[in-house]
């Protein structure tokens, strides 16, 4: 009888590590995942920061643009008010 205690136990015994190991490989999946996943997000987070300084490089030249628009246009309008002409040829 206790031979038969002995092969079972020993199959339990293979049975856990084979378990134990599989946890393992499991665990190191995992790991990788949430490695990819940190490096993703911080990938995502320096595009996100480069569009936004792009984007707003962009909206400052529009604002600087439309800010140079805006003076031509008034110093057009004070010009043709004072009726001297938009530009003087030399």
Not at 25 to 54: P, T
Not at 68 to 74: A, L, P
């Amino acid at each position: 009888m206790i031979p038969t205690y002995g092969g079972v136990l020993s199959v339990i015994e293979k049975t856990l590590w084979e378990l134990v190991e599989e946890y393992r490989g499991v665990r190191k999946s995992l790991w990788d995942l949430v490695k990819g996943q940190e490096r993703n997000m911080a990938q995502l987070e320096r595009i996100e920061a480069i569009m936004e300084w792009r984007w707003g490089s962009e909206e400052n030249g529009k604002e600087e643009n439309r800010d140079d628009e805006r003076e031509f246009e008034n110093s057009s309008r004070e010009s043709q008010e004072e009726g001297t002409p938009l530009s003087t040829s030399y």
